[in-house]
């Protein structure tokens, strides 16, 4: 029996509680971090807090703010009520990111246990799936493929569709490691392309070690997925089977669709499935036995299990609308990212997010129901709503920052500077502001004026415009302060990500179906690190 890990009530009573937090702070949580100087935000704090946070060293920030996990705290001064009214609210209200064997915050850069003897590599994956991969998304397929492994075989389910599939790493160790049904779905064909030569990779590597080993390419469940000698009954299904790719237009992918809606008698499974293919394909990459999506409206379909990692923006929330509408979809486990990516109401197109080439009508239908919110509960809210900025800052890893913090590292330095030529370019051309400047590489180990040369070509400004430097010494000087007010603006990230996947949750209980976030990843290698799950009741499956 899956049981959700609390109840409706006590869903709703943190939704309104995160709510009312950030809807106090929100001029923290919306406010730009290039615009200290600019905007003077250190003087939007109140004077208290000013008192208590400028003198601070970095390991003091990370100590007496950002860190939950510190008991023993010890204050330079006295701190007002307010202050640490915020601290402890926002670390009561967030999600726990730890992961079970996961590392605590203040252990920074850490890496897993399992790359502790080689960092490229982890020691519980076969080489085969490691091959191509970097070791965070090793850490995080053998993970997430070992929990959706257990909820098949808990679902007495077999099938799955992984969703935003890339380029295939997380398919190959479902299908070949772990003995699952895989459809892998992704819209880039570039993507699609280099899933298909790992394939074929896999499969040559495959073959030739079973040559060696005398095992002929009859049925078996697996190769096994964990690193360790082959044995005699280790063998590959349908090694003779090339890995191939079709690709369906989008037209015909929606006609199918409103077949599956007719079948399911749904409202909206084909208006928000349609973003899964932001580029009008739809691909599917096939790996050993599969089974198509398409099934869904078919005769005798197969329940299967829905995943996708690191599904960007609206695709996490199209997923979970899925799931929901679709009777066939057994069980759901979600890895979300790219929270600005998510449309709202205020912001139904934001930056970044192709539009897809499908006509206007479509287009219309799609946006009627957004990414955020997703429950009718958040949606009747007050103060619900969630800026862009603010779900950008939820994006940002603060255990990598809580390290730097404590290492006192030169990276610290990059905000400020950055900063200082926000003014720079204000005071040269008023009329632009906060211009997307392309990284300038190891900007902490340059000097102002040498970072300030290579980044202003770069906003169409000439590199020899003309500043004040004892003006610019005198804004480096409070960099403390710049560090300081970015940690109040990361205090406030996990309290977005916690209201952004609670409204899913919340989602999924409002249509009668229970699920639990889990820290699945260690949060220092993987900070976004929680999946949600949900398995449906069996009455919901007939």
Known sequence: MFVAAFSEQEQ???????????????????????????????????????????????????????????????????????????RSAAHA??????????????????????????????????HIFRKHVKPKKQHEIRRLGTLVKKLCDQANCSSVVDVGSGQGHLTRFLSFGLGLDVTGIEADPNLVSMATKFDRQLLLTLAKENQKLGVTATESDSIGATSGSYEKNQRVEELHLE??????????????LLTQKNDMNTSDSVAQINTIFPS?????????????????GANKPRSFLLTGLHACGDLSSTLLRHFANCPHVQVITS???????????ESPNPPGVFQPPFSTDTV?????EYGYPMSDWVRGLPG???SYKAREGACHAIEDYLHRLREESSLLRTHCYRAILESIIRAERPDMRRPGVQTVKKAHALSFSEYACLALPRVGLPADVQFDPADVDAMLAHQGKVVAYFSLVLLLAPVVETLVLLDRMIFLQERGFQSKLIPLFDAAFSPRNLVLVSVKPKEAQS
């Open 384 to 386: 619900h709503q969630l």
């Open 93 to 126: 209200l967030s999600f726990p990111r730890k992961a079970p064997g996961g590392h605590s915050q203040d252990t920074g850069a850490a890496v897993p246990d399992e790359f502790q003897s080689n960092q490229s590599q982890s020691s519980l994956l076969r």
């Open 12 to 86: 709703r009573e943190l939704a309104e509680k995160l709510t009312s937090l950030l809807s106090t702070y929100r001029h923290i949580s919306d406010s730009y971090i290039i615009e200290f100087f600019s905007e003077s935000l250190w003087d939007t704090l109140p004077v208290s807090w000013q008192d208590a946070l400028g003198d601070l060293t970095p390991p003091q920030i990370a100590d007496l703010l950002l860190d939950r996990e510190i008991k023993d705290r010890r204050y330079p001064s006295v701190w007002p009520l307010s202050l640490l009214a915020l």
């Open 364 to 368: 219309a239908d799609s946006c009627s």
């Open 280 to 296: 009008g394909m739809a691909t599917e990459m096939l790996t050993c036995k599969t089974v198509s999506v398409t099934d869904c």
């Open 335 to 345: 890895v979300a990212c790219c929270y600005m990516k998510i449309s709202t109401k």
């Open 243 to 256: 890995p191939h790719s079709c690709q369906t237009k989008a037209e015909e992918l929606q006609n199918t």
